[in-house]
C-alpha cells in the first residue's frame, strides 16, 4: 500500500482481527500463543498477544532458563490442566449437540417430504374422482380434524424438546383455499366418517 494512513487503518483491523482469533483459539482449544507484530511505517510501535504470557512463551521457546518450579506454579499448572480437561468436555458437548442437531434437522426433512408425499398420494388418488359433493366434504372434515390432530400432538411433542418442527406448517397444505375461513369451532372431530 502506497498510503500510509489506509496503511495504518488496515494494519490496526487486521491486528485486532488476528488478536481476537488467537483468543478463541486459546479459549476454545486450551493453546498457548504468543504473537508479536510490529506496526508498519515511520511508528514503527510493537503489538503483543500472548496466553498465559508473552514473556513465559518466548522464553520457553529461546529455551531460556525458567526459575525452579516452586508449588505456586505446581498449583497453576494443576489448574491450567484442569481448566483445558473442561474445556476439552465442553468441546466435545459442542460437537455432540451440533451432530444430533444435524440429524434432527434430517429426520425433520424426511417427516417434511413424507408428508408431502401422503398429501399427494391422496390428492391424486382415484378414490376421490369418485366422490359426490357431500361425501367430498366429508372427506375435507376428517382430513381438517386428523390435521388438527397432528399440529396438537407436534405442539406437545414441541413443547417437550423446544425444538421446532418444521412439519407444523405441512398443514397449511391441507387448508380450505375459499375465504369463508371454514375451521370448525368444535374442535378435532375424530369420529368424522371416512366415505367408502
Known sequence: MKNECNMQVTFSKRR??????????CT??????????????????VYSFGHPSVELLVDRFLGRDLPPPNDDDRYNHLIRAHRNTGQRGLNKEVMDIQES???????????????????????????????SLSQLEQLKEALEAQKRKVEFEAKLQQMGSDAPFPFLTFGS??????????????????????PN
Open 28 to 45: 476454545l482449544c486450551g493453546a498457548e500463543i504468543a504473537i508479536v507484530v510490529f506496526s508498519p511505517g515511520k511508528a514503527n510501535k
Open 173 to 194: 397444505a391441507l387448508s380450505s383455499t375459499s375465504g369463508d375461513g371454514a375451521s370448525s369451532s368444535r374442535g378435532p372431530n375424530v369420529d368424522a366418517p371416512f
Open 16 to 25: 485486532a482481527g488476528l488478536f481476537k482469533k488467537a483468543s478463541e483459539l
Open 101 to 131: 442437531l444435524q440429524k434432527e434437522k434430517a429426520i425433520g426433512k424426511s417427516l417434511l417430504e413424507s408428508g408431502r408425499g401422503a398429501y399427494d398420494r391422496v390428492c391424486e388418488s382415484p378414490i376421490i374422482d369418485g366422490l
